[in-house]
C-alpha cells in the first residue's frame, strides 16, 4: 500500500492476477500494465535469441566498422565543407562578391557546390555501400532469417 500524493487515503501497488500468455500469430500474448485499470494484452516482441546471436557475431562487427569508416570522414568533411562556407558568408563577404562569370559570384557558386556535394556523397555512398556492405548485410539476414529465404 502506498499513500496517494495528497494524503487522502491508500493506493494498492500490487498487480492484479496476471492472465496466462497465449500465443497468437507467432508472438506471445504479454501482458502490459495499463494503470490501476488492470492489464492489456500486447504482441511481444520476437525472440532476441537470433539478433542477439547476429550482433555477437564478427560480420555484425564488421559491418559496423565499414560503415563507419565512410560515414564518419564523410560527415567530417561536409561538415567542415560546410562551415568553411558560413565562415566565409560571415567574415569574407567581399570574397564572396568576387563575380565568377556575369551575375554569379563565389557565393552563389558555393552554394550550388553544397547541394552538388550532396548529391555525390550520396551517389558514392550507395556505390559503396552495394560492395562493401550489401554482401556482407545479405549474409547476416540468410544468418538471422535462419537459412530460409
Known sequence: MARTPAGRGTVNTTPAAQPPHESFGGYAA???HSGLSGYETQPARPNPNGYEAVR?????WTLK???GSFVVPACAMFITW????????????????????????VGLCFGVLQFASTFAIAL??????????????DRLRHRLEGGRR
Open 56 to 60: 555477437a557475431s564478427r560480420d555484425f
Open 30 to 32: 504479454q501482458p502490459a
Open 65 to 67: 566498422r565499414r560503415f
Open 124 to 137: 558514392s555512398y550507395r556505390r559503396w555501400a552495394r560492395r562493401r556492405l550489401d554482401p556482407l548485410s
Open 82 to 105: 560546410y562551415f568553411l562556407y558560413v565562415i566565409l558568408a560571415i567574415f569574407a563577404p567581399g570574397f564572396m562578391r568576387v563575380s565568377v562569370f556575369g551575375e554569379v559570384n
